[in-house]
């Protein structure tokens, strides 16, 4: 590996986007699950999409990860309930 290349990896926004590479591809599978015990979520999550694309300058990076972060949220939110 060149050296530009080390030292990337070494400065912050490096550090910051392995942190990042690992978290999106998780976040991802666990939409999978989520949408697989909630397939009606789909529909909210394309409606999502489809407003954060024409109305915010957004990506239609899909609802995959829309969904792995849905999950988090509402896991996050069971366990402050009990």
């Not at 990337?8 to 015990?37: N, R, T």
């Not at 394309?46 to 829309?66: E, K, N, Q, S, Y």
């Amino acid at each position: 590996m060149s050296n530009e290349v080390v030292d990337l990896f070494k400065a912050p926004v490096g550090l910051i986007a392995i942190v990042i590479g690992i978290l999106v591809p998780w976040v991802a599978g666990q939409g999978i699950f989520f949408m697989k015990e909630s397939p009606e979520i789909t529909t909210a999550l394309v409606v999502g999409t489809i407003i954060g694309v024409c109305f915010f300058r957004g990506l239609p990076v899909g609802p995959l990860i829309a969904g792995g972060m849905v999950a988090i949220i509402v896991s996050l939110m069971d366990s402050f309930k009990h």
